[in-house]
T-cell receptor
């Protein structure tokens, strides 16, 4: 049973428009959420994160929104650029790992392939 | 610059063979992780380590093992490779709790 789901395997957007990538989770214990971006033949790279005590975090063209009651987060990219074309993974962190005085452990969604057309 | 590397980048092996994938990081991070990426499943955690001599099983650990003899390295061993282990493998590291995980470039493994 996937605890983190990205229901859209792909998304196509015109350059300059907004890209909205969605992620749903089932575990209410998740308290920190991250988005990673992955280009072909490279490892994922961290993009933006949000703590569960916030509902919005913004970094330049990237904004992440968190709706805890709906167990839903989204990544907005405005304006979208062709260089944003990549696979985007959302990930969730559980505090149980923290309470064990151990490092962070992430559960990843299946990814959404974003294609930004010039 | 500090970095995380994986070797080999590509590997073809036969069913039943033992295979070891290397992961090396120069950030002096305590935490290291191995994931596999498969279509539709995203990244799934295989094994992880929170420090030297510490190893833990992840979501999909069957058929894999790791050892942590120093801070920099976490090799992943497939004891008897199976076709179901054909995948792309990513190693990652992080300094501590709440810290971002940094990923290596990946190893593409094909088991025939």
């Amino acid at each position: 049973d996937q605890q983190v789901k990205q229901n859209s395997p792909s998304l196509s957007v015109q350059e300059g428009r907004i890209s909205i990538l969605n992620c749903d989770y089932t575990n209410s214990m998740f308290d920190y959420f991250l988005w990673y971006k992955k280009y072909p033949a490279e490892g994922p790279t961290f993009l933006i994160s949000i703590s569960s005590i916030k509902d919005k975090n913004e970094d330049g063209r990237f904004t992440v929104f968190l709706n805890k009651s709906a167990k839903h987060l989204s990544l907005h990219i405005v304006p979208s650029q062709p260089g944003d074309s990549a696979v985007y993974f959302c990930a969730a962190h559980s505090p149980k790992a923290m309470n064990n005085n151990a490092g962070n452990m992430l559960t990843f969604g299946g990814g959404t392939r974003l294609m930004v057309k010039p | 610059d500090a970095e995380i590397t994986q070797s080999p980048r590509h590997k073809i092996t036969e069913t039943g063979r033992q295979v070891t994938l290397a992961c090396h990081q120069t950030w002096n991070h305590n935490n290291m992780f191995w994931y596999r990426q498969d279509l539709g499943h995203g990244l799934r955690l295989i094994h992880y380590s929170y420090g030297v001599q510490d190893t833990n099983k992840g979501e999909v650990s069957d058929g894999y093992s790791v050892s942590r003899s120093n801070t920099e390295d976490l090799p992943l061993t497939l004891e008897s490779a199976a076709s179901s282990q054909t995948s792309v493998y990513f190693c990652a590291s992080s300094r501590g709790v709440w810290e971002t995980q940094y990923f290596g470039p990946g190893t593409r493994l094909l088991v025939l």
